[in-house]
Nanobody, 123 residues
Framework: QVPLVESGGGLVQAGGSLRVSCTAS????????MGWLRQAPGKEREFVAG????????YYGDAVKGRFTISRDNARREVYMQMNSLKPEDTAVYYC????????????????WGQGTQVTVSS
């Protein structure tokens, strides 16, 4: 198990910015690729961003490319996602997840999940 706790969600106006964070407790974060995924009401969970174990490679979903940036600090056991130019369609629960292999682009391939943090973007 890799306990993951997200923080930093909230309410922001369209065009604004927000940073969400994920903290892993009790385990070495560097053993895992990490991802941010989201689920909007009535929609399936979708991949948002992923980062390799060392942080040397990052991947983004088409909907957020150029607006979101994922990063990590293995010494602090933390993963971050800076979200800029937010749109109402970015409204969702954002989940931090860990994967033992690769950087999955499919939510089903992540092994451990946090409880999620709500991000709401008003128009």
């Amino acid at each position: 198990q890799v306990p993951l706790v997200e923080s930093g969600g909230g309410l922001v106006q369209a065009g604004g910015s927000l940073r969400v964070s994920c903290t892993a407790s009790g385990r070495t974060l560097s053993s895992y690729a990490m991802g941010w995924l989201r689920q909007a009401p009535g929609k399936e969970r979708e991949f948002v961003a992923g980062i390799s174990r060392t942080g040397g490679a990052t991947y983004y979903g088409d909907a957020v490319k150029g607006r979101f940036t994922i990063s990590r600090d293995n010494a602090r056991r933390e993963v971050y996602m800076q979200m800029n130019s937010l749109k109402p369609e970015d409204t969702a629960v954002y989940y931090c997840a860990a994967a033992q292999r690769g950087v999955p682009l499919s939510p089903s391939e992540y092994d451990y999940w946090g409880q999620g943090t709500q991000v709401t973007v008003s128009s």
